[in-house]
């Protein structure tokens, strides 16, 4: 079993500051770790993925996020944000490399950028 | 990098009638592919996961005979919502699993509206 959560629905930050988007998982099996960014009325976009390698995982777009196990979180972070950054973002778990296995969304956060 | 094709994009159709979306994997072959639903504001849920050559698995409280799902193919699966009723409309999102990297690829989806 697997489940995300996703701590703030809504986050707001001013152009130019640090993002931070929180999430916690649970896994009964070694994890990998993806976050998504999704603009309106459009498919989902991968931003990175943790897949046990590294646990500092860098994506596109200057974002990235460190998997700790020991607090079994996956938090996004970008140090400066930028008005383009302004979407709904979305963390995801699945249940390592068995092909078969689906993801399991967190709620969201969507991340509004103030100019 | 990995694409999803999905199609189309929007759809409107009226009560009683059916609506088939397609998706594609145009550069990878894709075993098992995955459709989701999204209401307003809120995460994706999964809807059935569709397996090349074999019955789609779906989620509990999906109804397979509503949400009919066929996956002829490695490269696409198609999602068909028979005799639509306003409920059902949403945003579908296909995505499907690229063996190569280990990661999902998301179609850009589909905005049906049932009136």
């Known amino acids: 079993a697997q489940s995300v959560t996703q701590l703030g629905s809504h986050v707001s930050v001013s152009e130019g500051a640090l993002v931070l988007l929180r999430c916690n998982y649970s896994?009964?099996?070694?994890?990998?770790l993806f976050w998504y960014v999704q603009y309106p009325n459009q498919g989902l976009q991968l931003l990175l993925k943790?897949?046990?390698?590294?646990?500092l995982v860098k994506g596109i777009n200057g974002f990235e996020a460190e998997f700790k196990k020991s607090e079994t979180s996956f938090h996004l972070t970008k140090p400066s944000a930028h008005m383009s950054d302004a979407a709904e973002y979305f963390c995801?778990?699945?249940?390592?490399?068995?092909?078969?296995?689906?993801?399991?969304f967190g709620g969201g956060t969507r991340l509004m950028v103030k100019p | 990098g990995a694409v999803v094709s999905q199609h189309p994009s929007r759809v409107i159709c009226k009560s009683g009638t059916s609506v088939k979306i397609e998706c594609r994997s145009l550069?990878?072959?894709?075993?098992?592919m995955f459709w989701y639903r999204q209401f307003p504001k809120q995460s994706l849920m999964l809807m059935a996961t569709?397996?090349?050559?074999?019955?789609?698995?779906?989620e509990q409280g999906v109804e397979k005979d509503k949400f009919l799902i066929n996956h002829a193919s490695l490269t696409l699966s198609t999602l068909t919502v028979t005799s639509a009723h306003p409920e059902d409309s949403s945003f579908y999102i296909c995505?499907?699993?690229?063996?190569?990297?280990?990661?999902?690829?998301f179609g850009s989806g589909t905005r049906l509206t049932v009136v």
């Open positions: 896994s009964s099996v070694p994890p990998y």
């Open positions: 995801a778990v699945s249940g390592g490399g068995n092909a078969g296995n689906m993801l399991t």
């Open positions: 550069d990878f072959q894709a075993t098992t």
């Open positions: 569709s397996n090349e050559g074999s019955k789609a698995t779906y």
């Open positions: 943790y897949t046990s390698a590294a646990t």
């Open positions: 995505s499907a699993r690229d063996s190569r990297v280990g990661g999902y690829t």
